[in-house]
Structure formats: C-alpha cells, structure tokens
C-alpha cells in the first residue's frame, strides 16, 4: 500500500467493523484473532489485527486493549471524493448511513459537485461527492 491506511482501535467490535465495511466496498478480508496469532495480550476471539484491502477503500483494524484509547475521530474526514461513479458513491452513502447519522446529505451543491457527509455507526466520519 502506497498510501496512508487508516488503522482503527474499535472498542471490541473490529470483526462487526471490519465486516461491515467489506461489505460496503468489497475487497479482500483477512482478520486474526489473539489466539491466531498465540497471543495472551487479549480475548482469545477477540481481533488482534484486520486486514481490508484489494478494494476502492483499505483499512487496519483491531480491538483494542484495556488501556488503550478507541476510535474517536475529529477535524478529519474519510474522503471519497470522486473515487466511483455517482451511483456507487450514492449507495456506499447509504450503507454507511445504516445505524450511523447523516451530517449533510449527498446532494447537488451551489458550485456544481455533489457530495455529502456521514458519519457511520463505528463513528467514522465520511465525506462523499463527485463532479
């Protein structure tokens, strides 16, 4: 990966997470658990370290440790500006809207794009729009 990738501490959903987001955008998964990895750090089902790539969106995520802090994201959004024809990025809007909350909808705007903001129900904030 080339990129920068998100690595995300979820407060002990990371496969409810991790699958979630598969299923929005596709790609590959691929999680361990503590016991996969014969780690005594954490619950033996619980994830040690996700994997989602091969897809338009990639992620790391885990559940995290008792004295670890979790997921809570603010002043940054998860920009797919343009990244899918409109009607991808319209129906990847309304998965993440599932449970979530909508900041703003996707909609035209004065300056001619379309977009929108979501917040999705692990707490991850997304911004989605096109020319």
Do not use: C
């Amino acid at each position: 990966m080339a990129a920068p990738v998100p690595y995300v501490s979820f407060p002990g959903n990371a496969r409810e997470a991790l699958e979630f987001y598969a299923d929005v955008f596709g790609g590959e998964l691929q999680l361990n658990t503590y016991a996969d990895m014969s780690n005594n750090a954490g619950p033996g089902d619980a994830i040690a370290h996700g994997v989602l790539s091969g897809g338009p969106v990639s992620m790391f995520g885990a559940d995290a440790g008792p004295d670890e802090a979790t997921v809570r994201v603010e002043g940054i959004l998860l920009s797919l500006l343009g990244t899918a024809e409109p009607d991808v990025l319209h129906r990847w809007f309304d998965r993440l809207a599932e449970g979530g909350s909508i900041v703003e909808p996707l909609a035209p705007k004065p300056w001619g794009a379309s977009d929108g903001q979501v917040i999705d129900q692990f707490g991850m904030p997304w911004l989605i729009g096109y020319e």
